[in-house]
Nanobody, 120 residues
Framework: QVQLVESGGGLVQAGGSLRLSCTAS????????AGWYRQVPGKQREQVAF???????NYVDSVKGRFTISRDLDKHTVYLQMNSLKPEDTGTYYC??????????????WGQGTQVTVSS
């Protein structure tokens, strides 16, 4: 089994920055692809950033140039650096991480979510 623990959310003024972290633990050989998703009440969960197994990032248009997804393979951690935050970035952020397990099976797991609130 894989456990994901997210941290780094909070309340910030518009124009500010936050860095979210998502650390995987368990019988993991390595993390592969990963994504960060945002959910607001009444709307579907939306992927805002994705990093492929090979390390290529991709972003939804609304965050391009402001958010950066990265990962530390040694620490089994995925990050989302969020700069120039806007009130519309407010929501609960979830990480989703694909992992290669020590038995060479694969797992896809979700974090518990962390709240990001951007005030105007």
């Amino acid at each position: 089994q894989v456990q994901l623990v997210e941290s780094g959310g909070g309340l910030v003024q518009a124009g500010g920055s936050l860095r979210l972290s998502c650390t995987a633990s368990g019988s993991i050989l390595r993390i592969n692809a990963a994504g960060w998703y945002r959910q607001v009440p009444g709307k579907q969960r939306e992927q805002v950033a994705f990093i492929s197994t090979g390390g290529s990032p991709n972003y939804v248009d609304s965050v391009k140039g402001r958010f950066t997804i990265s990962r530390d393979l040694d620490k089994h951690t995925v990050y989302l650096q969020m700069n120039s935050l806007k009130p519309e970035d407010t929501g609960t952020y979830y990480c989703n991480v694909d992992t290669l397990m020590v038995d060479y099976g694969f797992s896809s797991s979700w974090g518990q979510g962390t709240q990001v609130t951007v005030s105007s």
